[in-house]
C-alpha cells in the first residue's frame, strides 16, 4: 500500500512545484559573480558567470565592467578570459577610465598583452585628455612606456592641460632614472622636444629649469 501511494505523493508534490528544479540564478546575481570574480581574479569564477549567461558588459554603480575591474587590479588571467569573450577594452566607466586608459595607470606591461588581442583604441582619452602612454611617463613606469610607444600610440598627443607624455615626464616627474629612461624612450620614439606646453615652454626648458641635468643631456643631444 506504501508503495503505490509513494508515485502518487512525488507526483502531487510535482505538481505543486515542490519538487521541481532549481530555478536558474536571477540575471543580477550572475551579474554580481562575473564582476566580483574580475575584480578578484577569480578566472574560473568568471568563466562560470560566463556560462550561466552574465552580461560580459554588465556595470557596477560606477558603471566599470568586469574587464576594467580586472584591469584596474591586474588580473591578467581574468582579463585573458574576458577578452576570448569578446569583452570592449573601450568601455567608459563614470570617471572617463576604459580598461585600456588603466593601464596606463597601473603599469602593467602583463595587462597591457592581455588586452591588444582585443583591438583596443590607442586614441580614446581619460578625463584629463590624456592617452595611456601620457600617465604612465608621468608615474614613472619605465617598462610600460617602453613596450607602449611600439603600439603605434600618439606620443605628442598633448592632453586637456596642454602637456605631451615628455612633458609629463619632466613637470610631474624628478628627474630620477626612471624619468631618464622615459625621456630618451619618448625621444627614441619620435617625441617632439619642442612642442611648447600653454605657457609656449617645452620639455627642454623645463628640465632646464627644474635642474635635471641628465634629462637636459638626453633631449638635447
Request: hydrophobic share 45%; proline share 5%.
Amino acid at each position: 500500500m506504501r508503495r503505490r501511494s509513494l508515485p502518487l505523493l512525488l507526483s502531487f508534490l510535482f505538481a505543486l512545484g515542490a519538487c521541481s528544479a532549481p530555478a536558474p540564478a536571477p540575471e543580477g546575481t550572475m551579474t554580481a559573480d562575473l564582476l566580483t570574480a574580475a575584480a578578484a581574479g577569480d578566472t574560473e569564477g568568471v568563466r562560470a558567470a560566463l556560462a550561466a549567461g552574465a552580461d560580459l558588459e554588465a556595470r557596477d554603480e560606477h558603471r566599470r565592467t568586469a574587464l576594467l575591474l580586472a584591469a584596474a587590479n591586474d588580473r591578467v588571467e581574468a582579463a585573458r578570459v574576458l577578452v576570448a569573450a569578446g569583452a570592449d577594452p573601450d568601455a567608459l566607466d563614470d570617471r572617463h577610465d576604459t580598461p585600456w586608459l588603466v593601464t596606463g595607470v597601473t603599469g602593467s606591461v602583463a595587462m597591457l598583452e592581455a588586452l591588444l588581442p582585443a583591438g583596443p583604441d590607442l586614441t580614446v582619452v581619460n578625463r584629463y585628455g590624456g592617452v595611456s602612454v601620457i600617465p604612465a611617463s608621468e608615474r614613472g613606469h619605465v617598462e610600460y612606456v617602453r613596450r607602449v610607444v611600439r603600439t603605434g600610440i600618439n606620443v605628442n598627443h598633448v592632453n586637456n592641460l596642454g602637456w605631451t607624455a615628455l612633458l609629463e615626464c619632466v613637470l610631474l616627474g624628478d628627474g630620477s632614472a626612471a624619468y631618464q629612461q622615459i625621456a630618451r624612450i619618448l625621444l627614441d620614439a619620435g617625441a617632439n622636444v619642442h612642442q611648447p606646453d600653454k605657457d609656449g615652454v617645452d620639455a627642454l626648458q623645463h628640465a632646464r629649469d627644474r635642474g635635471y641635468a641628465e634629462i637636459v643631456a638626453v633631449l638635447a643631444r
